[in-house]
Each structure stands twice: as structure tokens, then as C-alpha cells.
């Protein structure tokens, strides 16, 4: 309100508002210094401060968190019939949407990028790693397409077998925890993922074992309950293997595990023998995705069927391009942080 009455010299009505202005504002937020006090500035000031300002700029969720919210009271104006100009609220829907398939870039691996993580020294010879988790995560993730925070939050008593399945409890129940930041990303996050036997081979129903709460005691949150060290190291040696980005707008990070993990299965779930098939529900259950197929899937199977139609997907999911057996069993290696 503050922008569009500085822009109309203290006369703005609804109806004046035009597609320019809109423009004009998206992108005077976009330039606008991350943590610029707003209250008692004119908008020129703002707009000089925001072109000679060295500070960096507020993040692209923040930033799109505000185009969101104007774009939806934009939307609901021309629905309640008030007099405002036609495609005024699109252009920040759609700055939104392209802004959304530009996310979506972050590719899944190819055998060459995975063969280059886990072939390092680190996994083969020296077996020296910072954390537990820098050995185990990517591993889990591989196998999984579980998110980061997903991974380095579990607990033992999230490691469970269920009719004869190992599987990750993947939940946000406060009742077992003392990790007031455990949560999953939305309801239909919530999901058992089959152990996959590459994994219980690797010794990992070994190393659980070996724990007591957190599997990963030596990856602390921060102070907004972030895993940030851990995502900065993992970048760190996944450019040091030399997977990094085709083009300037794809994305290589510890997320493209799981883009690896749902294309692959995408790919290889309507072939092979009749029983070895699987449908796209399946492979949403094991991600997390609420989808329209996982809820039909929920509703066929029982709780034991559905953990043995993911556990015959999982299983299914194999990389020839890693030699698993050249890969340093977890008690061989030394991890130089613990808590």
C-alpha cells in the first residue's frame, strides 16, 4: 500500500492500479536489502537504498512469499467485482509459476555424477569422514529420496521391523523425542521406506545399533533448527567430486538424491515381469508426495502389503555404476566429530 500510494502521490484507489505498477513494485521487493527497516522511509529513499545498498538481498522464498500474498488479495479484488484492471494479479502468479519451473532444473544424477560421490577417497580408501552422517546420509538418500532434515533427524526408535521389513520411520511425534524442530515437511511426508538391502549389507542395522537417540549425534541444528553444516560440507565435497551444474539454471544439490531416486523408479516401474511391477502410487508413498494414486494405492493395500509393495520397488532399484564392494564398511572409517 505504502509503494502504490508513494507511486500515485497519495491518491491511490483500487481502481487506478495498472499492470506498470505492478511491475514496477515486483521489482522494487526483488532489489529491496534483506533486513531494510520500511516504516518511517519515503519509497524514494527505499529505492536509492536498495540500488547503492551492499547488504545481500532477501532470500527467493521470502521474496516470493510476499508476491504470493499480494498476487492472492490482487485475485480476490477481481473476484469480488471491485473496478481493478484486468491481468493485474497474473503478473506476479506467473512471475511466480516461471519461478517455480525454475526450481524444478535441479536435475537427477547421472551414473557418472553418482559413480564420482561415492568413489572418493573418502569412500574407498581413507575412510576418513567429519561426521557419521557424511559416510551414511548421501547413502540413505540414495536409496530412499528421503529430504536432508528427514535423514540427519532420526532416532533409533525411528529404525523399526515391521513384518520382516527394516524400515525408516519417517514422523514428526513429539511423544518419543527431546528435538522440539522434528517435523516433516507436510502430512503426507509421514511415510515407513523399506530399508534397501544394499544398506543393511553397508552394516547399517550395525550402526544403529551402536547408538543411543539421535543416529547422528554429531550433526547439531542451528539456532532456526537447520541443518546448516552439514549442507554446506556436503556441498563442499559433492564440488570437490566434480558434480556440479550442466547450465547456469540446474541445480546440483543433496536434494537431487531424491529427483535421482523418483525418475529412476518412474522409469523402471511398469517393466520387467508382470510381478515385478509397480505403480506411480507406490513410488509416492516411498518420496512422500500426496498424490491422487497414493491415496488409491492406501486404500488397496493393508499396512503390510503396502510395506511389501515398496520394499519389491526398493529393491528394485539398483546402480551398476557404484562398486559397492569397494566402499569402506562404516567401522573402518574414522569420523573426527563426535558429540
Excluded at 5 to 30: P, Q
Excluded at 49 to 59: A, E, I, M, P, V
Excluded at 186 to 203: F, Y
Excluded at 318 to 333: E, L, M, R, S
Aim: proline share 4%; aromatic share 10%.
Amino acid at each position: 500500500i505504502k509503494y502504490i500510494d508513494d507511486l500515485h502521490r497519495g491518491d491511490a484507489r483500487i481502481n487506478d492500479l495498472t499492470v506498470s505498477d505492478i511491475r514496477l513494485y515486483r521489482e522494487f521487493i526483488k532489489e529491496l536489502p534483506k533486513g531494510a527497516k520500511i516504516k518511517n522511509k519515503p519509497i524514494s529513499d527505499l529505492v536509492i537504498l536498495s540500488s547503492k545498498s551492499t547488504r545481500s538481498k532477501k532470500s527467493t522464498k521470502t521474496i516470493n512469499g510476499t508476491y504470493a500474498n499480494v498476487g492472492t488479495f490482487l485475485k480476490w479484488v477481481s473476484k469480488q467485482g471491485y473496478p481493478i484492471a484486468p491481468n493485474i494479479h497474473p503478473v506476479l502468479t506467473n512471475y511466480l509459476q516461471t519461478r517455480a519451473k525454475d526450481k524444478n532444473l535441479r536435475a537427477p544424477l547421472s551414473d557418472d555424477d553418482i559413480r564420482s560421490l561415492f568413489s572418493s577417497a573418502q569412500y574407498t580408501t581413507s575412510g576418513k569422514f567429519k561426521t557419521s552422517a557424511m559416510y551414511w546420509a548421501p547413502l540413505i538418500a540414495l536409496f530412499t529420496g528421503a529430504r536432508m532434515g528427514e535423514i540427519l533427524q532420526l532416532e533409533t526408535h525411528d529404525i523399526q521391523q515391521i513384518d520382516n521389513h527394516w524400515v525408516f520411520d519417517i514422523n514428526d511425534d513429539h511423544s518419543k523425542t527431546n528435538d522440539k524442530y522434528k517435523h516433516v515437511k507436510a502430512d503426507g511426508s509421514q511415510r515407513q521406506v523399506p530399508i534397501h538391502l544394499t544398506l543393511i549389507k553397508l552394516g547399517f542395522i550395525d550402526y544403529v545399533k551402536e547408538q543411543d537417540g539421535s543416529l547422528f549425534p554429531d550433526e547439531p541444528r542451528n539456532q532456526a533448527g537447520k541443518f546448516d553444516n552439514f549442507q554446506k560440507r556436503f556441498t563442499t565435497y559433492r564440488k570437490n567430486a566434480g558434480v556440479a551444474p550442466h547450465h547456469k539454471n540446474e541445480r546440483r544439490d543433496f536434494h537431487s538424491f531424491r529427483h535421482t531416486v523418483r525418475t529412476r523408479l518412474s522409469e523402471i516401474r511398469s517393466t520387467g515381469r508382470a510381478s515385478q511391477r509397480f505403480d506411480e502410487g507406490i513410488i509416492d508413498a516411498i518420496v512422500g508426495h500426496a498424490s491422487k494414486d497414493r491415496s488409491e494405492g492406501q486404500k488397496t493395500y493393508n499396512h503390510s502389503q503396502l510395506l511389501k509393495a515398496k520394499s519389491k520397488a526398493l529393491n528394485r532399484l539398483q546402480y551398476d555404476c557404484i562398486d559397492f564392494d569397494a566402499i569402506k564398511p562404516w567401522d573402518k572409517c574414522s569420523f573426527w566429530r563426535k558429540r
